[in-house]
């Protein structure tokens, strides 16, 4: 299959998103998910000066907190 011929409509989430991306997914905003990156509590990729965070991060990240509502109740 040619890349050109793919369907532009994939029911498979993108592997790497951007803080955007990741901020809408969160319900966040954009300078919040920079904060989460910046301090290590969210993990992100470097693509040439693009900032990107990887799926599998994003979902540990959503883990994690439901783990510390868990252990609060």
């Not at 509590?41 to 965070?53: C, K």
């Amino acid at each position: 299959m040619h890349p050109s011929d793919r369907s532009h409509t994939s029911s498979v989430p993108p592997l790497l998103l951007t803080p955007e991306q990741a901020a809408d997914a969160l319900g966040v905003g954009r300078t919040y998910v920079y904060a989460l990156i910046r301090d290590g509590r969210l993990g992100s990729v470097t693509l040439g000066r693009s900032r990107r965070i990887p799926y599998s991060h994003l979902i540990a990240y959503v883990d994690h907190l439901e783990q510390l509502a868990a252990d609060s109740a």
